[in-house]
């Protein structure tokens, strides 16, 4: 079996930057990955681990920076990396995200592919239904359990009121959500082996994806203008003593809001 | 990669921007271990320190990160630079020397003197079991009457037949009463210090746990009592018979300590800076006062002095040019320093600065024993002495 995880690098800390000028996201300082993907990643090495005869495979689109990202995929037990680098693809909205990664997954052959619920900094939690699309997939999303028999696929999704218990033939495509399983830490001797695996760096060339097809040109959405959301004003930070409780109800009847 | 330098943003946690001097895998492996001491030991390691336990599952979990024994290599190990083991330590001690002293004992003592000094039999049988931790180890060397002069050791072993009689007792001893074997130093009828392996269960060896200290309560420390242990020949050592077996351990460990105590002192001032700009005094907050702005500024020469000495010190470790003279200045030097860092950081948070609610009097207690353990700033500051004057003033 193998199974592809679909990753992101994006910037690290909490807060994020835009450039006023490409208004874009400010991606020049330290970049993680996305935590929403780790789950994914542990999901595969889990369905791995069970299957016992299985490849995973990280895929991402981004900067040449990304490497770092998928390098610490690798590190937690992945066995390869794919990434797609190229200036054209920078500004690309999902929906032209999503021509890449179609076509990169299209090139793996991958019998299933497992996404992060979201992305940390973009929060679109779409892509996946977006390359699910593309590729013509089964997809199940908000996966809080995951399992694969006989070449097919059983979810449990969390919806408002319960789970949906899905079953789906492969290959699909399934996004997890952040409730699935908690990501294990790298070990040492897997950070230090994860540069000796096998990793590969394509283009658009590469994937056949026409250079108009992506990057601002190939969007659907513009952005005219951003702003900072409006200051919070005048806030109070209570330093709980035991009576914060009250002191918040008291501000909320002072207010008339309770 | 060349590029035209300009200058990077001041980050206040790491002010003279050492992570530069750091390649990517030392990053990634010392992120991996403060992200585990942020999200394991730190929540925890308060209650753990108030109730003076560690629970066991911590062990197996610093062994899942593949840490025990990490810069040794061969039989499994996973042979990582002198560099990322000193990250690891500092990352370790940032979050409880405790916990960093279950790790330097398992790696820089036990493992170290099997892995130096033991027979390939030795090496087989517990190298690989220790770096899963599914074996943890000590190391005995202290003894009541016998500290900064080990020498003196009472500790014997007396041949009988085809084995060995060991008697005597060791003192603060880390891991002990966890341990499943103990690395025991004792005097040979010839006179000469042999190192043994005593197991867990031979019958005559036992470790009582040590209560009632006020420093490492997340740490267990054993006495080790020998009476009448036969152990066998097979597990002496047989490539030393000399204090420059346990002493070579010990240079090991001390390494560790000088990043260590870092990691420490930079936990305190980390509190110390975050509480001093939201504590209001008289209208404004106390960082904006000149006298705490200067015992902010103090801390931070200190942590980036130290930490810029420890890595010197670990690139000369890993080109096999680190004298065991330059690991006493360090040692000496940075546990020192990180001592006065806790406490001033401890002015700074007033009152709350006694509680576990916050790490500083925890990493201030504990760094009392780190000034003493693995040789005392007075030895370390003799051994300095000596390098400098030629003069032995240890007598």
């Known amino acids: ?258 | 990669m060349a590029t035209t330098a300009k200058p990077t943003e001041l980050d206040p946690r790491d002010f003279l921007a050492i992570d530069a001097l750091l390649d990517d895998e030392e990053k990634a492996i010392r992120d991996t271990v403060r992200r585990f001491v942020r999200e394991r030991v730190v929540p925890n390691v308060g209650e753990w320190f108030e109730r003076g336990e560690v629970p066991r599952e911590l062990t197996q979990e610093l062994a899942g990160l593949g840490l025990f024994g990490m810069h040794l290599e061969g039989y499994g190990l996973p042979g990582a630079s002198s560099v990322a083991y000193g990250l690891t330590c500092m990352e370790l001690e940032a979050g409880d020397s405790g916990v960093r002293s279950l790790v330097s004992v398992q790696g820089s003592l036990a493992m170290f003197a099997i892995w130096r000094w033991g027979s390939e039999e030795q090496k087989q049988r517990w190298l690989p079991a220790m770096h899963e931790g599914e074996a943890i180890g000590c190391f005995g060397l202290t003894e009541p009457d016998a500290g900064s002069d080990p020498g003196s050791m009472r500790t014997t072993a007396r041949r009988d037949g085809a084995d060995w009689i060991l008697n005597g007792t060791k003192m603060w001893i880390t891991n002990g009463s966890i341990a499943d074997l103990a690395v025991v130093w004792a005097r040979t009828e010839d006179g000469k210090i042999n190192g043994f392996i005593v197991e867990k269960g031979m019958p005559g060896f036992s470790a009582p746990e040590m209560k009632h200290k006020l420093s490492l309560r997340a740490s267990v420390t054993s006495e080790l009592v020998l009476k009448d242990v036969r152990v066998p020949e097979e597990n002496r050592f047989p490539e030393i018979s000399s204090l420059r077996g346990p002493l070579s351990c010990l240079n090991e460990a001390r390494y560790g300590i000088v990043w260590g105590a870092e990691g420490a002192a930079r936990a305190c001032f980390e509190s110390a800076l975050e509480y001093a700009k939201e504590r209001i005094v008289f209208g404004k907050p106390i960082a904006g006062y000149q006298l705490t702005q200067q015992k902010l500024a103090e801390m931070a020469l200190e942590i980036n002095r130290g930490t810029l000495v420890a890595l010197h010190l670990g690139r000369k470790k890993d080109d096999g040019t680190l004298l065991p003279e330059q690991v006493s200045m360090g040692k000496m030097g940075n546990v020192r320093g990180a001592i006065e860092v806790c406490r001033t950081a401890r002015t700074i948070l007033g009152g709350n600065g006694i509680t576990l609610e916050y790490p500083v009097i925890r990493h201030m207690n504990n760094l009392e024993s780190v000034l003493t353990y693995e040789g005392t700033h007075e030895v370390h500051t003799l051994v300095v002495g000596e390098a400098l004057t030629g003069e032995n003033a240890f007598r």
């Open chain 1, 1 to 258: 079996m193998k199974i592809a995880v679909c990753v992101k690098q994006v910037p690290e800390g909490t807060s994020l930057k835009l450039d006023p000028g490409t208004k874009r996201l400010d991606r020049s300082g330290e970049g993680a990955l996305n935590h929403f993907d780790a789950n994914a990643v542990e999901e595969a090495l889990r369905l791995k681990e069970s299957a016992g005869d299985a490849e995973v495979v990280v895929v991402s689109v981004g900067p040449a920076g990304a490497a770092d990202a998928l390098r610490k995929a690798l590190a937690m037990g992945a066995d390869r990396a794919l990434l797609v680098s190229d200036d054209a693809v920078a500004g690309s909205d999902l929906v032209a995200t999503s021509r890449v990664l179609a076509a990169a997954l299209e090139r793996e052959g991958a019998d299933l592919v497992l996404f992060g619920q979201q992305a940390s900094d973009s929060d679109g939690a779409v892509l996946w239904a977006a390359v699910a699309d593309r590729l013509r997939r089964p997809l199940v999303s908000q996966a809080a359990e995951l399992s694969v028999a006989d070449g097919s696929l059983r979810a449990k999704r969390q919806t408002e009121f319960g789970y949906d218990v899905i079953q789906a033939a492969l290959p699909a495509i399934v996004a997890v959500s952040d409730a699935i399983n908690e990501p294990r830490y790298p070990s040492l001797k897997g950070i230090m082996g994860a540069k000796k695996k096998p990793q590969e760096t394509l283009t658009l060339g590469d994937l056949g994806v026409d250079v108009g097809q992506v990057g601002e040109a190939g969007s659907k959405t513009e952005v005219y203008e951003f702003s900072l959301p409006p200051s919070r004003g005048d806030s109070r930070k209570i330093e709980d003593d035991g009576k914060a409780a009250e002191q918040i109800v008291e501000f909320l009847a002072e207010k008339r809001l309770v």
